[in-house]
């Protein structure tokens, strides 16, 4: 794997988890859709609020938002670990240039406020082992996963 040494655009998503289903937003306010996982047809894929031209790391990074959330959650029903009703997962992709040659890179921040940090941990990092999403990215591309339990 090669590390980015220029960073030429990164695609932000904010994903949050809610009674309606799985909500992902971009940073920039362009990209905000509603998603499901599959055998839950609620809600129905909806796209607001997108320009015309969201990049492809942003679409990229709120897909993967959206499996990593479902993770955390399948984890934590596993584990019988209750999630708080504000837990959220943020999602950075970059797209960079070393030499000649382009690359992708990550950061996924697991959000649990008032989880202990062991347990917090201990989701973040078996959702990464079961994500379809991480997994496809393993060894691929540099990622670093992040827990913030306040």
């Known amino acids: 794997m090669s590390k980015i040494e220029k960073v030429l655009a990164t695609g932000k998503t904010h994903t949050t988890a809610s009674s309606a289903g799985l909500t992902s937003r971009g940073h920039n306010g362009n990209l905000d859709i509603q998603l499901s996982t599959p055998g839950n047809a609620k809600p129905a894929h909806v796209f607001a609020n997108v320009l015309p031209h969201p990049t492809a790391e942003q679409l990229f990074a709120g897909a993967w938002s959206s499996c990593y959330t479902a993770a955390v959650g399948l984890v934590a029903n596993d584990l019988g670990v209750?999630?708080?009703?504000?837990?959220?997962?943020?999602?950075?992709?970059?797209?960079?240039?070393?030499?000649?040659?382009?690359?992708?890179?990550?950061?996924?921040?697991l959000r649990v406020p008032g989880i202990a940090e062991d347990i917090a941990k201990n989701l973040a990092h078996t959702a990464d082992q079961i994500c379809p999403y991480s997994k496809a990215t393993r060894g691929n591309i540099e990622v670093a996963l992040n827990v913030i339990t306040e």
């Open 82 to 109: 209750v999630l708080p009703a504000d837990m959220s997962v943020d999602i950075e992709v970059d797209l960079g240039q070393t030499g000649p040659a382009y690359f992708l890179q990550a950061r996924l921040t």
